[in-house]
């Protein structure tokens, strides 16, 4: 059941050696846990975290994956009770026949809800519904101590619970959680398009009050342009639709989802083919074969929500060097900031042709979890000499303006820098350390920001 | 994505050694640990790295002094995971006595064979342990092929190439990289008042050449890069051709 193998996150950069174990039960993690040794322990999902908060250099990595039974949903009350190791996917496909929506899901699917409790994940309904963490009644959880707790929002381990969510692994083990579902009536979603000709018109669409008449909302936007063009998008925005708003074909099997997975993409991509050139020529194509503006098209999840699920390794096209993504957020009233850092990345060597904004809503309790009241944005650069000190740049501009990074993507900052954008990083310090006194839970990322001691 | 956030450079003061870790140094400060011998030289390293915003430590580090490699080694991995240690220390010596006297030809073999691999153990062991991690050794075009004027040296540094190689396939399953560097002749304290011979080059353009390598992860290079072509040729020569050249 365990064997050495060599790790990386979805960005497939600095990967680390580490002894892999796959439990199957509860049971089974505590006995791991308990056995771990000097460089410790840290659980790993579906690997789609994309720097390494999922590996462990030297130590012990659980691969949750082993420990996903079916999930058990009461089609009265949309409460599921899942595994760790379950992923979004399977609980989408378990929860939707009988009516259920999963409350929150990020850009793909494949990713396990242990996972998406340690990063307190968000999807484009931010500004409607929250990150995952406010959907958990529940949850059970392998100490460092070999004991499985059961923690809630505001029961008497509350505190844990919300140190728990968003600290990437690093108080315990997620096996088990109750999760919340949302009624829906369909699969489908009902989309407004609207194509902007700069960044400032896609703030001001954003911020004239209509965001809150859609439950789901983000924006790609165009860093490959500059003057006039800079940073022109497409905003889409949705809401699930309901059975009056289906076509009758729609109608007679409106759970039916429909998700397939067109290609997986071979390990034969060289370096280099991302590049600025082809870079802008994707961003000049995906600008203009989307309509100028366009009302009330119903879309299926993959189509208006994960187009990346189509494919299967898409970051492989990266070649071995990889890529970065790096997003970030600063509060309402740094849209400065936000025109800023465009113009910067186009004015850079670094080129990015997927990029995603959006607006969020409030943030929850929990001390590191990501999403905050302001602008999150997501870009993807290749892997190239320069771009960690473009990046170091682009930190020092979003934490001047009280920004802060997201630790599901971080792969390169510091720990100073993390610590600027987490002013309550000591309190969920204290709770953790209280909890996991020895260290038993740390991970390359734990180490390179000192998360740990 | 390659970006070290703790350096070891054996040899603290190897000038090659120094602008690897000044190379490193400029894209990020980092924590550094040098290690060498005691003297005013090693003091004016410690200062010239802090000044890149460096946290650098020193730990005493005598290549000669075999039985203390173990405890070297120790005490520079005490402050923290090592992401990238350096093997930079190395004597040129006089060619003419290397070997025709004893001593100077022990002692040259001791520092630049012998130490080079006591350390090279000890690395071994500690960057397995801590499952990643980057060993770069540097070599020398002189041992790809011995030459009359300074084959005592080159026998060294071939050596030490044909260690770091093998370690490079008995640590790659723990996650640990090996890059063995063969610059060519180098301007530098060590060279000083010797003739330079073609493709010299620079500690600096060394250094490129090795942060480039140790971000790609690849395990031997040559510096200046069209060296390897160079010597591949050399290499191949007939002795009485190779005999004639000039140096």
Known sequence: MAHTGSLSGWGRTAPSTARIVTPRTAAEVAAVVTAAGPRGIIARGLGRSYGDPAQNAGGTVLDMTGLAAPPAIDADTGVAVVDGGVSLDTLMRAALPLGWWVPVLPGTRQVTVGGAFGADVHGKNHHTKGSFGNHVLAMDVVTADGSIRTLTPDGPEAELFWTTVGGMGLTGVIVRATVQLQRTESAYFVVDTDRTRDLDELLELLTDGSDDTYDYSAAWFDTTTTGAKLGRAVLTRGSLATLDQLSPTQRRDPLKFDAPQLLTFPDVFPNGLANPATLRAFSELWYHTKPRRDRGAIQNITAFYQVLDLFGDWNRVYGSRGFLQYQFLVPFGEEATLRRIAERIAASRHSSGLNVLKRFGAGNQAPLSFPQPGWTVTVDFPIASGLHRFCDELDELVLYAGGRLYLAKESRTTGANFRRGYPRFDEWRKVRDATDPEGVFVSDMARRLGLTS | ?247
């Not at chain 2, 894209?27 to 030289?41: E, K, N, Q």
Request: charged content about 25%.
């Open chain 2, 1 to 247: 994505m390659g970006n070290p956030q703790s350096v070891l450079l054996l040899g603290g003061t190897s000038e090659i050694g120094l602008a690897v870790v000044e190379a490193f140094a400029n894209d990020r400060p980092m924590r550094v640990v040098l290690a060498g011998r005691p003297s005013a030289r090693l003091d004016e390293a410690k200062v010239r790295v802090e000044k890149l915003g460096c946290a650098v430590e020193t730990v005493d580090f005598d290549a000669r002094a075999l039985d203390t490699h173990a405890d070297v080694i120790r005490k520079a991995f005490a402050g923290g995971d090592v992401d990238v240690a350096i093997v930079a220390f190395g004597l040129l010596g006089d060619a003419e006595k290397a070997w025709t006297e004893v001593d100077a030809a022990v002692e040259l073999a001791t520092v630049n064979y012998t130490a080079a691999v006591a350390v090279g153990v000890g690395l071994g062991e500690r960057m397995r342990e801590q499952g990643h991690g980057a060993i770069v050794a540097m070599s020398s075009v002189a041992g790809e092929r011995p030459r009359r004027s300074n084959f005592v040296y080159g026998s060294t540094k071939a050596g030490l190439d044909a260690f770091y190689t093998g370690l490079t396939e008995a640590l790659r399953p723990d996650g640990v990289g090996v890059t063995v560097v063969r610059p060519g002749f180098v301007h530098s304290r060590m060279t000083e008042g010797h003739t330079p011979a073609p493709f010299s080059t620079t500690p600096e353009a060394v250094a490129a050449v090795v942060v480039d390598a140790v971000r790609n992860r690849q395990e031997q290079v040559w510096a200046p890069k069209p060296l390897r072509a160079v010597m591949s040729v050399l290499r191949h020569l007939p002795r009485p051709v190779f005999r004639r050249l000039p140096g």
